[in-house]
């Protein structure tokens, strides 16, 4: 926006208003007397030190130049922007420092660097990138606010690794370290008296030749001590050099210069690497029988130090705060065929099985290379509506027609749970090993949710605080899955929402889904399952995509590449590979989305 002269630019949350030049004078004296009035009759005036404005250095500062880091008083607002009104930014002192400080282009002199050229690796203005040069000629310019931002982002990421990891680490080595000096004049001790006390069954001539070992141990001490305090010292020298790399990434953080930012190289990769780690063996002292002729030989012989280093010695601290971020763009890994004609369901076995299951009797284990290592069939011969994994890797499935849930062992199929008056559905099993199983009713006008511990029912979940339902009553599909924190998550299709409910079964919240332009069906969730993030993943088959949430219900992105097309029964394994069963196609996708 241009402004003429007499117009006065206060900040970006104050209208930009057309005043005349009079009227500013008027204002300009007006805000003197009152500053001065302040000053003077401020009781804190003489007695604190407060910030005053950098120009007339008496007024208290009520803002300040973005531009120049300038503080200001009102009276002096219009003094400091008179040389040029474009250049300045005048925001309330609280928001100091809102403003990027752009370098100025080299090129062009009055104009300032808000562009990144990628070919020449340097910063340019809007007319290197606009003007034909052979300089920049057909090359590529990112937006340097986008790349600061990024480089920022960087700095919070590096500074999380030195704090919850790194820096933990060298905390830890060097207390082990500490803790081994202070032991070792208590560990020697103990071969100083053991030799001592031997020594006294001895005749008074052989005091030389005690003497001697006991110089010997003191030596070994020595050396001993000088191991361990080298290493410490170059343990905390690095200590030190990580302790001022958090400092100036602080620094970097709560600074604004572009240039400084751009020319920050991360050091954590030579932190990451940790020095070996260097073991220290205690002697031991063997004693002999006496032989006053070989007195030295006889009382006994040191074992010298042992001294290693391990390359492998330390590891960096692991710790919950670190956790796995989303990838930019999710990879498939591999895609099996299956063979089924309407593949429903997908469960984790082990890092290298799967089960299967679809419109059929048979349910079909697979390794990750695409072969079947295990068929079993259905009890009743009709098709399961969900299959599930116990914590000791036996198969579990439900089969409405029976309304049972069974579970397969050393090839035996056992009936589990019988039900009246309601079918048993979808099932997961959770972390303590009890069963999760979603069930309609007869006349499917209602759905629950039941916990059974083996064949004991521990809890039913099927109304809110209310007394109104929880989920939909119609006879359609309510995938389940426990996530991490124990909540139990029920992708419910005819409600057309995932229902989010703690352990006690309190409702937490419901996902209806992310409008999104390139979304035009209405979202209606199949399969679901949760990862080692506690994040929530379902399945949005007429949208060809997977939703991922967080633990709280707040949409984080799709899944919508790797080319897939009607997903319908999800898995998580635990190196979280997400399993996607394609249901009109059916392949078993593997995609790798978080790194």
Known sequence: MSRRRDQLWVSDDVMVVALPTAFIFAFYCVSCLYSIYRVAMDPRHSAQDVVRCDLCETAMVQMYCDFCNVNLCFACIGKHIADDYDKHKVVPIQNRKSTLIYPKCSTHQNKYCKYHCKECNMSVCSLCTT???????????????????????????????????????????????????????????????LVTKHGEEWHKEIDNVINKMKNDIEEMKTKHLEVLKKHLDEIKQIQSLIEQSLITLKEMEESNEVSVTMEYRSQNKEFRKLPPKVRVSLPTFSPNTIDSEQLYKSLGSLIPLSITKNENGYTLKKTE????????????????????????????????????????????????????????????????????????GDLVY????TKTVNKVKSGQTEEMIKQQGWKPSQLCVTSSGDLLVTMYSDDKTQSKVVRYSGSTEKQTIQYDDEGKPLYSGKATIKYISENRNLDICVADLRAGAVVVVNQAGKLRFRYIGHSSAAKNEA????????????????????????????????????????????PFGLCVDKSDNLFVAEISRGNIKKIKYLQ
């Open 523 to 566: 979202f209606k969730p199949r399969g679901i399952t949760t990862d080692s993030q506690s994040q929530i993943l379902t399945a949005d088959r007429d949208n060809h995509c997977i939703h991922i949430l967080d633990q709280h219900g707040q949409f984080l992105r799709y899944v919508d590449n790797c080319d897939l097309k009607d």
């Open 131 to 193: 003007i034909s040069t052979d300089k920049h000629k057909g090359h590529t310019f990112s937006v340097l606010s986008e790349i600061y931002n990024k480089r920022k982002a960087d700095f919070t990421k590096d500074s999380v690794e030195i704090e919850n990891i790194i820096f933990p680490t060298y905390e830890e080595m060097a207390t082990d370290l500490e803790t081994q000096i202070t032991n070792v004049d208590g560990e020697y001790m103990k071969f100083t008296t």
């Open 321 to 392: 705060t670190s956790p796995k971020e989303l990838m930019d763009e999710p990879e498939l890994v591999t895609t099996i065929n299956t063979g089924y004609e309407k593949l429903r369901s997908v469960t984790f076995l082990s890092e290298e099985e799967f089960w299967t299951s679809a419109k059929v009797s048979d349910m079909k284990c697979f390794n990750v290379q695409g072969t079947v290592i295990n068929t079993i069939k259905t009890k009743s011969g009709e098709w399961p509506r969900d299959i599930a994994v116990t914590n000791d």
């Open 398 to 401: 439900s089969d409405v027609t």
